[in-house]
C-alpha cells in the first residue's frame, strides 16, 4: 500500500492527520494510521518521517512537538490549527496579477488544471477584474516541461535516483542517463533538471524537453543529499556563454510591455523612423526565444533589426497563419 502512494498525497494524509488528533501522535501511531508509512521497516520509517517532518515546516507547515503527559517517554507531534489557518485575503489587483504570471508558467497537462483552479479562486477574494489587464504582454513565455515533471519532484522529495533517455544538444547522441536530481527550474523559455549524472560522475544540467523517454525512479529512497552550494552549482551553469546583442523594434503606442520593461535608452539615429510607432532597442541573446515572444504580439511589434530575428518572427507567424487556415477549411 504505501507503494502506491506518492510522496506528495503521503504528506497530504501526515498533515491531515496531525491536524485532526484531538493531542498529539507519536510515531507509532503516525506509522499505524497514516498510509504511506505502515509497510515500512523501523529504519525506513524513521529516514521518512524526519524528511516529511522537514519538507513541511520548509512549506510553512508550523509542527509542533508534543511533550509526554507523564504516561509516556516519548513526545508526540500534532499541527496548531490556530497557526495553520489562513486569514482573510484582501488581494489588490496588481498582487492578483504577480499570481496570474505565476500560473502561466503550469502549462502541463499535469499541473495547469491545479493552477486554474487555484487562481479562479483567489480571483474571487480579489478587487475587481483590473488584475487582467495589468498581466497583459507579461505572461511567461514557457515551452511545457512535459509529464515527467511530477516524478522528478516527487524524487527529489524522496532524495531517489531517476533514469530517462537524452538526445545532447550539440552531438544529437542518445544515451540513457541515471542522476540524482537536485532541483527543477526553468531558464529563458524552457524547463531544465539540474543533479548529479551518475555516469559521467559529475553535475550536470538536462533540457525537459530533450527527454526522449519517460523518466523512472529507481532504487531506494533516501540514498543521496543535495549539496548546500547546489543552488551556487546551478547558477554557475545558468551563465549564458552567447554574446549579448541587441535588437531594434517599432512598437505601437502602449503595446508589449513586456519589451518597453527591458528596452535600452533610444538613439538619435532611431527617431523619426516610424512616426506612428515608438523605436526600441532591447537586448537580448537567443534569437529564437526573443522571436517566439515577439511573434506572440502580432502585428503590434515589427523588427527592424537584425534580419535573422525578423526571419524568425516571420517563420513563426505563417506557421499559425497556415494552421489558422487548416482549421478553416476543416
Do not use: C
Request: hydrophobic content about 40%.
Amino acid at each position: 500500500m504505501a507503494d502506491d502512494i506518492t510522496p506528495a498525497e503521503r504528506l497530504l494524509n501526515l498533515v491531515i492527520a496531525l491536524l485532526n488528533t484531538s493531542s498529539r501522535m507519536t510515531k507509532e501511531q503516525v506509522r499505524s494510521s497514516v498510509a504511506g508509512y505502515e509497510t515500512e521497516s523501523t529504519e525506513a520509517f524513521e529516514r521518512k518521517f524526519e524528511r516529511d517532518k522537514d519538507a513541511l515546516r520548509d512549506l510553512g507547515i508550523p509542527i509542533v512537538t508534543v511533550q509526554a503527559d507523564g504516561r509516556s517517554d516519548e513526545i508526540g507531534y500534532r499541527i496548531d490549527p490556530d497557526a495553520y489557518t489562513l486569514g482573510d485575503l484582501e488581494l489588490s489587483p496588481a498582487e492578483l496579477a504577480v499570481l496570474s504570471l505565476a500560473s502561466g508558467f503550469w502549462r502541463d497537462a499535469a499541473l495547469a488544471k491545479d493552477a486554474d483552479r487555484a487562481l479562479t479562486k483567489l480571483r474571487a477574494v480579489a478587487e475587481g477584474s483590473a488584475a487582467d489587464d495589468l498581466a497583459v504582454g507579461l505572461v511567461p513565455r514557457v515551452q511545457p516541461a512535459g509529464q515527467g515533471v511530477p516524478v522528478l519532484l516527487d524524487a527529489i522529495l524522496e532524495r531517489r535516483a531517476v533514469r530517462f533517455t537524452y538526445r545532447a544538444a550539440y552531438t544529437g547522441e542518445v544515451t540513457e542517463r541515471e542522476i540524482e536530481p537536485w532541483r527543477v527550474r526553468t531558464r529563458g523559455a524552457g524547463w531544465y533538471l539540474y543533479g548529479f549524472d551518475r555516469g559521467r560522475g559529475e553535475p550536470r544540467s538536462f533540457r525537459l524537453n530533450r527527454v526522449l523517454s519517460r523518466v523512472k525512479a529507481v532504487g531506494p529512497a533516501g540514498v543521496y543529499e543535495i549539496p548546500a552550494d547546489a543552488l551556487d552549482r546551478m547558477d554557475g551553469s545558468d551563465r549564458e556563454s552567447r554574446p549579448e546583442r541587441e535588437a531594434v523594434l517599432a512598437v505601437l503606442p502602449e503595446r508589449a510591455v513586456a519589451l518597453r520593461l527591458r528596452a535600452l535608452e533610444p538613439r538619435t539615429e532611431d527617431e523619426g523612423l516610424h512616426p506612428d510607432r515608438d523605436v526600441l532597442r532591447v537586448p537580448f541573446r537567443s534569437t529564437m526565444e526573443l522571436g517566439y515572444e515577439i511573434a506572440g504580439y502580432g502585428p503590434a511589434v515589427l523588427v527592424l533589426d537584425p534580419p535573422e530575428l525578423r526571419e524568425v518572427v516571420l517563420t513563426r507567424l505563417r506557421a499559425a497563419a497556415a494552421l489558422a487556415e487548416g482549421a478553416a477549411r476543416g
